[in-house]
Nanobody
Framework: QVPLVESGGDLVQPGGSLRLSCAASGIIFSMYRMGWYRQAPGNERELVADISGGGSTKNYADSVKGRFTISRDNAKNTVFLQMNSLKPDDTAVYYC?????????WGQGTQVTVSS
């Protein structure tokens, strides 16, 4: 089983929305804080949002605050990232992993491209 599988990325126009999903396996999912990371060409991978095991605590990078919402479904071992008001600067490969340091093997990610 692949530990983390991301999906939902696409090409979208500025101002558009996308919802990313990440299915996790091989861990007791509800015990882990999970995060969404992104890596743009030439940049280091950065944590953009994270959520506590029970879902009550969420944190966001300043660059996405007010536009992105992280959520999780522990019954389905899945974490989501709702992205609204997308900007060209949001273009990147998006990954999920445990937060804040990404302790699981990284998945293949899902490409988000924001362009007109």
């Amino acid at each position: 089983q692949v530990p983390l599988v991301e999906s939902g990325g696409d090409l979208v126009q500025p101002g558009g929305s996308l919802r990313l999903s990440c299915a996790a396996s091989g861990i007791i999912f509800s015990m882990y804080r999970m995060g969404w990371y992104r890596q743009a060409p030439g940049n280091e991978r950065e944590l953009v949002a994270d959520i506590s095991g029970g879902g009550s605590t969420k944190n966001y990078a300043d660059s996405v605050k007010g536009r992105f919402t992280i959520s999780r479904d522990n019954a389905k071992n899945t974490v989501f990232l709702q992205m609204n008001s997308l900007k060209p600067d949001d273009t990147a490969v998006y990954y999920c992993n445990t937060a804040p340091r990404g302790s699981r093997p990284w998945g293949q990610g899902t490409q988000v491209t924001v362009s007109s």
